[in-house]
């Protein structure tokens, strides 16, 4: 707990140089001074910076959201605020994607960039589609420049459930989360400790193929690792799950597979053949608890192909990231309760 | 003797100064032509591998001709600069500073910078076809400059060293 506090405290001090280094570059001049302007301290609360065309700007903080007048002071009245040109808009799309629109088609049909330091820049506007699909998005109206703040630690207290305490073996593991409750955030730290061991518990580092569907785990930048994901790990960006599972097994001998969100047929089968080449598989799924993913077919089956030795259940009953319960699917026995 | 000094002189700076021009001449489809090779490049580089325009850039400042490699390196180097700045913008000052020592005329300046406010602004296919159209123009403005230099270039050569005769005579 006392090593959680202080991580806390180090990354709310380097919340300035963050934005700094990685925020403001990618901001129009006039926003980008009035943020300047702004003091130290709301700067550090900040998570999303909001622009939307002709509205005004919004800073949401940890708490509320704020609006800013055009001399940089901090306003909850939206006739005080400055409000986002027309302008702003176009030369704020051109910055967060390096001037490059052409590079990043996939991103935006997603609905998101990521930028250098693994910030996500989420679009809205108008959707062109192509044969009922989404093509891009043109006239783009609205950009949410969501502020990645990286928590270590975080794995600390599932890992040594999840490894086995004797032969030091990782068990087949699967975390289950209603969204936002920090699944991808321990995923991720589980695979940083993962890749470069973990001392504590005497648990060498291992080689992590880790399929990066929607760069949300590793926070890709030009292919690059923008967060900290170990020194073992081989990723795979903005590649297809399954795909890019049967890629890493042939190509890059891992002895754990990591990746988000299975759910998909196709997976199901990247998983098996993941299984018959003896790695280990490491991955989450959207849901509450355990009834609730057994009614989804594809992860009913891969629950009784019996796949998995450990479940991980996340919930917010005691804040965002609670380990509701580690379940040994082996004997179907909690070992944390 | 001083005067014969003085004709050599004469008839060599006016020489000069006409082979001068007609190496402009000369020069301008050359380096249109290595514009359009440019392009192509940065063509390939958008479309196929959809390198980001920075990275884009120095490739092509790297591969292209070195008469002109000065305005893809002037362009990466604008987008470098944080200062945020859009595409449109740093193209336009790059293809200013690149302007000066070339053999280029305003007009085909025009086309460059026309080129520049819609680099890096749409999809791929867009700007493929931004791409083709200003391929096309310098196309054109090379195949007319040839035309040209093949009737400008002799006449500036001949004419530098006659208006030299010509001088030296009056000056006798």
């Known amino acids: 707990m006392v090593g959680n506090m202080v991580k806390n405290k180090c990354s709310k001090e380097t919340m300035v140089s963050i934005i700094s280094r990685d925020i403001l570059p990618v901001l129009p001049g006039k926003i980008r001074e009035l943020l300047t302007e702004l003091p130290g301290e709301a700067l550090d609360q900040i998570e999303e910076i909001r622009l939307r065309q002709k509205k005004p700007l919004l800073l949401a903080l940890t708490r509320e959201d704020t609006m800013v007048t055009p001399l940089g002071q901090l306003t909850g009245v939206p006739e005080f605020s400055y409000v986002v040109s027309e302008n702003d808009m176009a030369r704020a799309i051109q910055l967060v994607s390096g001037c490059s629109i052409y590079a990043f088609e996939e991103e935006i049909k997603n609905g998101f960039i990521t930028i250098r330091g693994g910030h996500r820049v989420g679009i809205s506007g108008k959707a062109v589609l192509d044969r009922g699909r989404v093509k891009t998005i043109k006239n783009i109206t609205g950009l949410n420049i969501r502020i990645a703040r990286e928590v270590t630690g975080t794995a600390d207290r599932v890992l040594p459930y999840i490894i086995d305490p004797v032969s030091k073996e990782f068990h087949h593991t699967l975390i289950i989360s209603p969204p936002r409750c920090g699944k991808t955030t321990l995923i991720r730290d589980i695979i940083r400790q993962l890749s470069s061991g973990v001392p504590a518990i005497g648990f060498r580092g291992c080689t992590v193929g880790l399929v990066d569907e929607r760069s949300e785990i590793a926070g890709c930048f030009n292919g690059e690792p923008q967060k900290d994901v170990g020194i073992r790990t081989d990723v795979l960006d903005g590649c297809p799950k399954a795909e890019g599972m049967m890629m890493l097994i042939r190509a890059m001998g891992p002895q754990i597979i990591a990746t988000d969100e299975i759910g998909k047929q196709e997976d199901a089968a990247a998983l098996e053949e993941a299984l018959n080449a003896g790695i280990k598989v490491l991955t989450t799924a959207h849901g509450a608890d355990r009834e609730e993913i057994v009614q989804r077919p594809v992860l009913r089956y891969i629950m009784e192909q019996r796949i998995f030795e450990r479940l991980i259940i996340l919930g917010r009953s005691r804040g965002i990231g609670t380990v509701e319960d580690i379940v040994n699917l082996r004997d179907n026995k909690s070992l944390v309760r | ?172």
Not at chain 2, 160 to 172: A, H
Request: some cysteine; aromatic content about 8%.
């Open chain 2, 1 to 172: 003797m001083f005067k014969l000094i003085g004709v050599c002189l004469t008839l060599t700076a006016c020489g000069y100064i006409g082979l001068t021009w007609a190496r402009i001449y000369e020069k301008r489809p050359q380096q249109l032509t290595a514009l359009e090779g440019a392009l192509q490049l940065l063509e390939t580089e958008i479309i196929y591998t959809a390198t980001p325009l920075q990275e884009a850039m120095k490739h092509v400042s790297q591969r292209c001709d070195p008469d002109i490699s000065e305005l893809f390196r002037n362009m990466a180097a604008e987008l470098e600069k944080t200062e945020g700045a859009t595409a449109g913008e740093a193209w336009e000052r790059a293809a200013d500073d690149f302007y000066s020592g070339t053999a280029l005329n305003q007009r085909d300046l025009h086309i460059l910078k026309r080129f520049g406010a819609s680099l890096g602004v749409s999809d791929r296919e867009d700007q493929a076809k931004h791409l083709e159209m200003t391929r096309s123009q310098l196309r054109l403005a090379s195949t007319q400059a040839e035309t040209l230099s093949r009737k400008n270039s002799t006449i500036f050569k001949y004419m530098g060293f006659l208006s030299g005769l010509f001088l030296v005579l009056v000056l006798y």
